[in-house]
Nanobody, 122 residues
């Protein structure tokens, strides 16, 4: 099992940017689909983005497409989420997740981080 730790969350004004990091340990992530999901208060967890093994394939939810960019550095065993033009509705706890078997469209993750809070003020 791979352990995941997110960081980089915080408070930002609408229109601002944040970069989240997800550091993995215990196993390499180079053979795993990596994803970011989020959960706002009172709402179900929502898919944000996935990235393929080499980073050449990405998949985004419509709500973040064009504003967020997922990337990975397998040498550092780390995944990133660059978030630009943030909106108040992006406020949520953001989770990193890993799937060792799925495709770029997976929602069936085997490992999860503890989450990092992102708050966007209007």
């Amino acid at each position: 099992q791979v352990q995941l730790v997110e960081s980089g969350g915080g408070l930002v004004q609408a229109g601002g940017s944040l970069r989240l990091s997800c550091a993995a340990s215990g196993r390499t992530i180079s053979n795993r689909i990596m994803g970011w999901l989020r959960q706002a208060p009172g709402k179900e967890r929502e898919f944000v983005a996935n990235i393929g093994w080499s980073g050449g394939s990405t998949y985004y939810s419509d709500s973040v497409k064009g504003r967020f960019t997922i990337s990975r550095d397998n040498a550092k065993n780390t995944v990133y989420l660059q978030m630009n033009n943030l909106k108040p509705e992006d406020t949520a706890v953001y989770y990193c997740a890993a799937d060792p078997r799925g495709t770029i469209y997976t929602r069936n993750y085997a490992s999860w981080g503890q989450g990092t809070q992102v708050t966007v003020s209007s």
